[in-house]
């Protein structure tokens, strides 16, 4: 059974930044394909970015430069690095896993789910 664990939400003012942490336990592997969404009230869960096998992340255009996604191979672990956050970053952020290597900026692909962890950002 695959888990994953997600860490580091909280409260933070406008221009401030804050790190997520997403750990995998179970059966799968380091290089399959990890991502990072998040859901506002009121809207639709939307992807935030995906690393790949080998450590090349996408983003969404409206995290491109202020957002960084990484991975540690040997914890299992992928991050989410947000800087200059804006009050519309305001969601629940969700980490994923699919069950391959193949990664696609979109949720279909995404076998296994965190709990989600609250980033609030107040201007």
């Known amino acids: 059974q695959v888990q994953l664990m997600e860490s580091g939400g909280g409260s933070v003012e406008a221009g401030g930044s804050l790190r997520l942490s997403c750990s995998a336990s179970?059966?799968?592997?380091?290089?399959?394909?990890k991502a990072w969404f998040r859901q506002a009230p009121g809207k639709e869960r939307e992807a935030v970015g995906t690393?790949?096998?080998?450590?090349?992340?996408v983003y969404a255009d409206s995290v491109k430069g202020r957002f960084t996604i990484t991975k540690d191979y040997d914890k299992n672990t992928h991050y989410l690095q947000m800087e200059s956050l804006k009050p519309e970053d305001t969601a629940m952020y969700y980490c994923?896993?699919?069950?391959?290597?193949?990664?696609?900026?979109?949720?279909?692909?995404?076998?296994?789910w965190g709990q989600g962890t609250q980033v609030t950002v107040s201007s």
């Open positions: 690393i790949d096998y080998s450590g090349t992340a």
């Open positions: 994923a896993a699919s069950g391959s290597w193949s990664c696609q900026l979109r949720d279909g692909i995404f076998n296994y």
């Open positions: 179970g059966v799968i592997s380091s290089n399959n394909c």
